[in-house]
Each structure stands twice: as structure tokens, then as C-alpha cells.
Nanobody, 124 residues
């Protein structure tokens, strides 16, 4: 059974940093593209970042480029989202997801499994 469990969210002041983690189990982690999305209540889910199977290719949304870094540790079956210079508009629920087809995609409907979400709140 596939399971993706996010952690690391919380409350931070504007300009601060957080690192989200997503631990995967139940599948061969290295066989899947991993992505992060975010969603505010009543809004559509928005692509944040994605990373290829081996970690060499990364893709970011324009709204986070230069502030957020995605990485994966295949030995730990974990994907990370390092978020720096956070802004109040980054406040959302953050979700990790896996994509068994690849290549790296920004499209939500190409991802197969989703975590339960982790809340990030950035105060001004």
C-alpha cells in the first residue's frame, strides 16, 4: 500500500524558512517522479515543484523559483521542499505526490498518489 506522509509545516514569520519532508513507502521510491503542490481552501491545487527519478531534473513554478528547492534522498525514500524567504502568500496546505509515468510534470492529473497535506502559515 502506497503511503506518502508529509511533515515539517508550521507557522513562520515572513522572510523565514521551513523544510517540508515527504516520506514514501509501499513502492520503489526511485521509480517515481515526485512533486509538491499547494492548495488554499476554496482554491485549485497549484503546482510548486517536481523532481525526476534520479534527481537530476527539477522544475519550479514561477511564483517560487529562486526561493524554494526540491530534493530527494533515495536511500531515505524521502523528498524535501526547502522554502526560504517565505511570504504570507505562501500560506497553504502543501501536498506531495508521485507520478509513475514521468517525465517531470506540472500537471496535477498526472500524479497518482497524494499525501494528506501539511499546513504552512506565514505571518506578516
Amino acid at each position: 500500500q502506497v503511503q506518502l506522509v508529509e511533515s515539517g509545516g508550521g507557522l513562520v514569520q515572513a522572510g523565514g524558512s521551513l523544510r517540508l519532508s515527504c516520506a514514501a513507502s509501499g513502492r520503489t521510491f526511485s521509480a517515481y517522479v515526485m512533486g509538491w503542490f499547494r492548495q488554499a481552501p476554496g482554491k485549485e491545487r497549484e503546482f510548486v515543484a517536481a523532481i525526476s527519478r534520479a534527481g537530476y531534473m527539477k522544475c519550479y513554478s514561477d511564483s517560487v523559483k529562486g526561493r524554494i528547492t526540491i530534493a530527494r534522498d533515495i536511500g531515505k525514500n524521502t523528498v524535501y521542499l526547502q522554502m526560504n524567504s517565505l511570504k504570507p502568500e505562501d500560506s497553504d496546505g502543501y501536498y506531495c505526490a508521485d507520478d509513475g509515468r514521468g517525465p517531470v510534470s506540472t500537471r496535477e492529473n498526472e500524479y497518482d498518489d497524494w499525501g494528506q497535506g501539511n499546513q504552512v502559515n506565514v505571518s506578516s
